[in-house]
């Protein structure tokens, strides 16, 4: 699955396009390396994502392509 994909299903961004222009601003990281939007991402990937001075890091336990919103915590756990 897309990484822009996945952090919208999974409502660590809300939209693609957010996802999309956080990625290309080099503000996600995938397992420690800068990401773009197309990277792949895997189960047991850590994701980073910069929010300003706040920063997320989340793994990613399940991948589906949609999703309910009470269950999109399912797809990944805060570290």
């Known amino acids: 699955m897309r990484l822009d994909k996945f952090l919208k299903v999974s409502r660590l961004i ?12 080099g503000r996600v990281l995938v397992n420690g390396l800068v990401a773009k939007a197309s990277q792949k991402v895997k189960v ?4 980073e994502i910069q929010f300003g001075t706040k920063s997320v890091k ?3 336990l ?3 392509e949609t999703t309910k919103k009470e269950e999109a915590k399912e797809l990944f756990r805060y570290l």
């Open 14 to 25: 809300k939209r693609r396009t957010v996802a999309n222009e956080a990625c290309d601003a």
């Open 58 to 60: 989340a793994e990613v």
């Open 62 to 64: 399940a991948l589906q």
């Open 44 to 47: 047991g990937d850590i994701i």
